[in-house]
């Protein structure tokens, strides 16, 4: 690299499309945190659309994004984890069966209303839904693995079930049921026996005509039955006789959500985004008596969902990011961006959830006198084109070829590959400014596929789809090949290829680097070759990204504080170097500072470096990575325009830096008014 000018190129043009939180579980076992998120948008007349995430928690705070289902035209209201496996609740009735492993999404009609919320336990096989026609649904998976439903319980034809909790207690399953003005708790004691004697318990109104709703149940260890409500209350009562021990005032409006950490502590929150501590006064099977012993304003708007993952508190709601935070500090998940730099020419793609855009990026006057400071646009960014999928009305990633002479969709149901090389060809230069209805010649479509990761080399794509099948389409000879098929080995959610198209390394869901050998020259034209094989390589730490250092290394970031960068020889699978800390490549201002910066993204390798981005927008350049030291080209600087907003890094040759940021969108719902000492 050139040592004397460095230019970093900053790029805000993405907005990225936001996204609330409706609803959130956890499983500790596998480090798996599942969130369900809505398209925040202003029209009521349409279901909006709802995705599902993955995110990797095992290095919590550091929690990073693993894949994403869509759900269009139908709205999903509750989650749960059984087993390794995440039941939805939705609008329409029906239940999903998804895994963070598998790309399957299984569907089984439970009843013919909605569905409002989920619970299920430990020791109970079936996972069980509360509907809108005031039933009880247990749905589970039988000895074939296909789900069965049977109705549970009736509440009454008027009685609207809106929250679920669940505990086992002596060989029978207790289930609390909160409704409009009232919680039942009932016993069930075993598969198709007669349910005993429910408990009723009513709720008093504060106003006559102002019902209060049970938004939020939660058992704790010792059985009490915890309860948020409408009128902002939490209140503990006695699972055995409907008795209540003590009800809190901790909010003024809707407590939407609970959450029941270590030692039995509660943490409340809804509209008013103040989340509230809860402990319990006295400790074990004769606890009593509880206060609110603290609270957290981390929010600014309503919060919807709260779970805890060891001392850690992850909350989300009208925000459109997650927040983890503990009694000391708190962290937020940056924007995910969906933007692909074509390397070689001034193009890049950027992906919404329903259309691409490919825009030219814009072009500054810098000289050598700027040693640091922003040089004049003497070209301003523009929009050339509008792409949509085909055969899918959702765009789940997308990329642009290094050339820009095509530009891939995947859609929830569909490849499309649309050729733009007339955006660099010559004859195009004195074109007029583009608009939605320019020219985009579809050169494939591949239909019935859910791809999950893509890559592209010397104008070759390589795409993965299902549990997995790897592929590779030809931009020279139009087809396709398909590498590796092995349906039941798990999703490949993001991989890379080697400079002379021969490996392909990818990640999966399971800390694992799945490396492809022996692949077809697609120079030669040769269709599938049957001596392409692939293995597994398990990481210490969760991967996040990779990329490679030469044909035979790679270079894996990982979520690990402390073995951040780690080069990997692929023939041995054994660590190359010293892996590099995160706090080596951003050091804390202050020795004492409990806050972390974490990093986010790292760029292919050129000329042996590579750039590599943080949590609170700094970048540095190194190389040398398989060495014992490391040779930082250029040490961490903080952006000055930015802020504090991560980056996507792209390497554009060995002097140039393209840092692609996703701008957060504003939340359309307004926050409440909190009012203090009886002061607005």
Not at 34 to 57: G, Y
Not at 496 to 514: E, F, G, M, P
Request: hydrophobic share 40%; aromatic share 8%.
């Amino acid at each position: 690299m050139d040592e004397e000018t460095f230019i970093v190129e900053e790029s805000g043009l993405f907005q990225s499309p936001g996204f609330t939180v409706g609803a959130m579980g956890i499983s500790e076992k596998m480090g798996k945190l599942c969130v369900i998120r809505k398209l925040d948008i202003s029209s009521k007349k349409r279901i909006p659309l709802n995705v599902l995430e993955f995110w990797n928690i095992f290095d919590c705070p550091n929690i990073f994004f693993e894949r994403q289902i869509p759900f269009d035209g139908v709205s999903i209201e509750a989650i749960t984890w059984k087993s390794n496996v995440v039941f939805c609740a939705c609008t329409d009735g029906s239940a999903y069966l998804v895994s963070p492993f598998l790309a399957e999404k299984r569907r089984v009609q439970v009843c013919p209303s909605a569905l409002w919320c989920c619970a299920s336990s430990l020791h109970t096989p079936e996972v069980f839904f509360g509907s809108d026609s005031g039933s009880v649904f247990g749905v589970s998976i039988d000895e074939d693995g296909k789900p069965v439903t049977r109705q549970v319980l009736y509440i009454g034809v008027d009685r609207r079930v809106l929250s679920l909790a669940c505990t086992f207690k002596n060989n029978a399953v207790n289930i609390a049921v909160g409704t409009v003005d009232r919680i039942e708790i009932h016993t069930v004691v075993g598969n198709g026996s007669a349910p005993k004697v429910a408990i009723y318990i009513d709720i008093p109104r504060q106003h006559i005509r102002k019902a209060t709703i049970v938004w939020a149940l939660q058992f704790l260890s010792n059985g009490v039955l915890v309860s948020g409500d409408s009128q902002g209350k939490v209140t503990f009562w006695n699972a055995n006789n409907g008795a209540s021990y003590k009800s809190i005032q901790s909010h003024q409006a809707d407590i939407l959500c609970l959450s029941v950490g270590s030692n039995d502590c509660i943490y409340a929150s809804g509209v008013e985004h103040r989340i509230q501590v809860i402990a319990g006064l006295t400790g074990g099977e004769k606890q009593f008596d509880w206060s609110t012993v603290g609270q957290r304003l981390i929010h600014e708007i309503d919060v919807r969902s709260l779970v805890e993952y060891g001392p850690w508190l992850i909350s989300g709601g009208a925000e459109h990011f997650l927040t983890i935070s503990n009694s000391f500090i708190s962290y937020r998940t940056p924007a995910i961006s969906n933007c692909s730099v074509a390397s070689e020419v001034d193009y890049l793609a950027l992906g919404y959830p329903r259309y691409v855009e490919v825009w030219q990026r814009g072009k500054a006057n810098f000289t050598k006198q700027l040693q640091h400071g922003k040089g004049a646009l003497v070209k301003l960014p523009r929009n050339v084109i509008r792409l949509f999928p085909s055969k899918s009305k959702i765009v789940c990633s997308s990329l642009i070829s290094q050339k820009a002479k095509f530009v891939a969709i995947a859609g929830d149901e569909s490849l499309t590959i649309y050729g733009v090389s007339s955006l660099t060809s010559k004859n195009n230069r004195n074109r007029k400014k583009n608009n939605d209805k320019d020219p985009a010649v579809v050169l494939a479509t591949v239909p019935d596929v859910s791809v999950t990761a893509m890559c592209e080399n010397s104008d070759v794509l390589y795409y993965a789809f299902e549990d997995f099948t790897l592929a590779r389409w030809d931009s020279k000879i139009k087809n396709h090949n398909s590498i590796v098929v092995a349906n039941g080995a798990g999703v490949l959610r993001t991989m890379t290829v080697s400079k002379d198209n021969n490996v392909v390394v990818a990640l999966n869901c399971r800390s694992q680097l799945i490396v492809v050998e022996n692949m077809a020259s697609t120079e030669s034209g040769e269709k599938f070759n049957s001596t392409a094989v692939f293995r597994s390589i398990n990481l210490n730490s969760p991967p996040i990204d990779c990329r490679f250092l030469s044909n035979n290394m790679v270079v894996v970031l990982s979520a690990n504080h402390i073995f951040t960068l780690t080069c990997i020889d692929l023939n041995s699978g054994s660590v190359v170097g010293t892996p590099t800390s995160a706090s080596s490549l951003f050091p804390p201002k202050d020795v004492n500072s409990k806050v972390k910066d974490f990093v986010t993204g790292i760029s292919d390798v050129v000329d042996g470096g590579i750039a590599v981005t943080a949590s609170n927008g700094a970048y540095a350049i190194l190389s040398e990575l398989s060495e014992h030291e490391k040779l930082v080209r250029y040490e961490a600087v903080q952006s000055k325009y930015r802020g504090k907003s991560a980056a996507v890094p792209v390497l554009l040759g060995s002097s140039k830096l393209h840092l692609a940021t996703a701008k957060p969108s504003t939340p359309t719902q307004t926050p409440f008014k909190m009012v203090r000492y009886d002061r607005a």
